[in-house]
């Protein structure tokens, strides 16, 4: 074992992995700190804004963001955070750029592309030889000559590797967390310290899924040429393919409407009602109409007759409309879960998919949070206006006559989250025990 880390430290590919890790952890963490910063400026101007608007317009709520988000975005980042709420209508989400889109064309450097992406290669770098090239140049058939065990033999290789891959992650992932915890828009509690801790440690298993993966193919790899070839393709497989490819084939088989097409089922909706109410109106209005002169009590009783017609006219229909917009928007959400629960099943053989669930399931960012969000909000509009209509405030299709309460969206403890993490957590670690298994049984079967 310390001769294969004394090997490592000596090496090249030690100091590019601190050369490529280092900078690129600090800068985007500084980078993404600052992008949250702006957002929660940004949260704050717009709730100050809705307030003052909700009286003559629409009430609007907004989604505070997450300052874990600056670690791990999730969905967070390019879904709308502001709901459009009216008593007769559907809660719509507006917005999915808060910012100008161009940061939205490149991937987003945060803790799942550099622990999921850069990092799982480092640790093939560092493995995709351990075996093959001491086969390659004959090393390997010299040190099982002298008596000692496979077993031996593996196990300090794959622990002197692996802490030696280990070393730069950790320490390009702690000055992460350090420039995180410093930075002057962020301000931690107790349960952001917790969550950090358990991204590290997902972080260490993941690499040791990669490492032990490497350490496989090196010893089933006659050459280090027909090993790197290969954990260049195993990586793309976990890491490229199949996160890419699941999301597509879930809609295959549990499709969701697009945006335009909910958009187009709200407008005929809307249509429908409109033609509806119009041809009541019409009704009332020429049972009502048909009246002979009077007196200027009875003509004011027959006008508040009218008005209360007309009231109860839209009431009712705008009624229905939001009920069957209501609807419709209930069953998209059933169908998005549905969706999303088919991906991550499809998607559960790759351990990249499997790490950015556990990292949006600790910080709270992932598409189960937005629906969440939209839940609440729904709850909100149903508590707040039907008070005022129990109050017998008018209510129409633009928003409320009176200031709305502040809305609070609740978001998980720490416990919840834990909990919702562990069976990623736990297919991680199955992950991990599987291929050192089998990189294990099969050198001490393969020749030498």
Known sequence: ????????????????????????????????????????MDYDAKVSLHKQAAATDRIRVDRPPSQLMALVGGATVTTGNTVHLSYYDA????????????????????????????????????????????????TLRLVLANAVPRDVVLFSKWLGGYLSALFPCTTALLLGILVFALHPAVELVRIDWWVLAFLLLAAWVYIAIFFSLGVFISAISSTTGSAAIRCLFIWLLFVIIIPNAAPHIARRFAPTPSAQEMERKYDRIVADTAESRYRDHAAAAERLGNTEPVERDE????????????????????????????????????????????TRILSSCSPYAVLTDVAMALTNTGGESQVTFLRMARQ??????????????????????????????????????VRESLPGMGLLMVFGVFCFMAGYFLFLRRPV
């Open 1 to 40: 074992m310390v001769k294969e880390i004394l090997a490592n430290l000596l090496s090249s590919r030690l100091s590019f992995a601190f050369l490529v890790l280092v900078p690129l952890v600090v800068i985007s963490v500084y980078m993404l700190c600052d992008d949250y910063e702006q957002r929660k």
């Open 380 to 417: 909100y509009e149903d508590t707040y206006f039907n008070e005022q209509y129990g109050k017998g405030q008018l209510i129409d299709r633009f928003g409320p006559v009176s200031d709305p309460p502040l809305f609070g969206l609740t978001v998980p403890n720490l416990g919840e989250r």
């Open 299 to 342: 003509y004011i009783r027959i006008l508040t007759r009218i008005r209360n017609k007309i009231r109860e006219i839209e009431h009712s229909h705008l009624t229905r409309q939001r009920d069957a917009l209501r609807q419709i928007a209930n069953t998209y959400d059933n169908r998005l879960q549905r969706q999303m629960r088919l």
């Open 91 to 138: 809660p719509r989400v507006k917005g999915g750029f808060d910012h100008t889109p161009i940061f939205y064309i490149f991937p987003r450097t945060d803790y799942v592309f550099v622990v999921g992406i850069v990092m799982s290669l480092l640790a093939l770098l560092f493995s995709y030889d351990a075996i093959s090239g001491e086969r390659e140049s004959g």
